[in-house]
């Protein structure tokens, strides 16, 4: 059966080490993804409802679970072990899709040419209120 | 009132792994486990060795060149290739903005017990930095 437990406050059974559930919930990751932007699709991700290919370097993240404005926080990374331009970097917002409450974009580009390219590994956390 | 629950361990009921919290706005539930974050690292690689200031889940970290680092985690991640490293951040001790990534030199190590970064900076070489950090999500096993 399942069981809810209430509470506001998180301690070790020494009373120590105090979290509150504010930060449990709020500090939590609402969604990431791992993709692979070269054959384009989703390792693995917690929360996403899909993921979109807009063209060469540029994604779309929508969410299973709606957030609850587009004031959220978006840490993203990105790598390719095939390619001989290792430092490539990724942004949080691409040319076609920014923050909404129910996606983000992400952008992949070499940094040599600032041009859009599809990577090996393109990873993204959200971290935010839910609706 | 509020209340105080003093515990070393928690478990989901029906399933250990899985623990459901309600979100924030109350119109959605999530996995507690899932949306952890399940390791964190700052370091400063500008010095003769790299050295960790803080950190969850990392047993050490090599220097594998210049701007080069490999992070080791305590705890093994479910699959390797399938968590995400995002959050990666960097302060430098010069003019240059610098960006740290998953890959190192093109050789992607992204295991389950640990991953390669590489720094570099804006004008494309690798640079050890004053302030390195990274944080990533995913399945631990």
């Known amino acids: 059966m399942a069981s809810e437990l209430r509470v506001d406050t998180l301690k070790d ?83 076609d899709s920014g923050f909404a409450t129910s996606s983000h974009g992400i952008t992949t580009l070499r940094p040599d040419t600032l041009v859009g390219d599809d990577m090996e590994f393109v990873n993204s956390s959200v971290h935010g209120d839910l609706a | 009132m509020a209340s105080i629950l003093k515990v070393d361990d928690l478990r989901g009921n029906t399933s250990a792994g899985d623990i459901t919290i309600t979100s924030e706005g109350g119109a959605a539930t999530q996995s507690l486990q899932h949306g952890l974050n399940k390791c964190w690292l700052n370091f400063e690689s500008d010095i003769t060795t790299p050295a960790i200031r803080d950190s969850l889940n990392v047993s050490s970290l090599d220097d594998i060149g210049t701007g080069r ?64 950090s990274m944080l990533l999500t995913g399945d631990l096993a």
Request: charged share 15%; aromatic share 10%; proline share 1%.
């Open chain 1, 13 to 95: 059974s020494s009373g120590n080490n105090s979290v509150g559930m504010a930060y449990v919930a709020g500090g939590s990751a609402k969604v990431w993804a791992n993709l692979n932007g070269n054959t384009f699709g989703l390792r693995d991700s917690f929360a996403v409802s899909s993921a979109t290919d807009l063209g060469a370097g540029d994604y779309t993240i929508n969410f299973t679970n709606s957030m609850n404005n587009d004031d959220y926080s978006v840490s993203v990374n990105a790598g390719d072990s095939a390619k001989s331009y290792p430092r490539l970097c990724a942004c949080g917002t691409s040319q």
């Open chain 2, 69 to 132: 680092y490999r992070v080791n985690y305590s705890n093994n991640f479910n699959a390797a290739k399938e968590y995400a490293g995002g959050g990666m951040t960097v302060r430098g001790g010069n003019s240059k903005g610098a960006f740290v990534a998953l890959d190192s030199q093109g050789n992607i190590n992204f295991a389950t017990n640990g991953t390669s970064i590489s720094v570099t900076r804006s004008d494309n070489t690798l640079a050890d930095q004053d302030i390195v």
